[in-house]
């Protein structure tokens, strides 16, 4: 995975991330929507000739964008290990 920053700015960040599947920013977005400092966050497909996604985040005024999306991401990881036990527990081999 490569990220590029493309803007960075006290409350907006814009990232364009290469060669990943777009379902795993759509979570993202979805569990960074769910903080209340955040006011916008999406991402698109970029339509240049390389498959990339472009992200965003904007936050309220003071609130860090990096520390949101990282936040984001330690939630999800949290939520995949609950998943991967609990699958664990219901199927032992």
């Known amino acids: 995975m490569e990220i590029k920053l493309l803007e960075k700015k006290d409350d907006y960040l814009k990232l364009r991330i290469f060669d990943e599947p777009h379902t795993l920013y759509n979570l993202l977005k979805e569990e960074v929507l769910k903080d209340d400092k955040v ?49 664990e527990n219901a199927y032992p081999e």
């Open 39 to 87: 006011l916008m966050c999406g991402y698109t497909r970029d339509q240049t000739f390389e498959d990339t996604i472009i992200f965003q985040i904007k936050t309220r005024e003071g609130e860090n964008p990096v520390e949101i999306i990282l936040d984001a991401a330690r939630r999800l990881k949290e939520i995949n290990e609950e998943f991967k036990t609990a699958f």
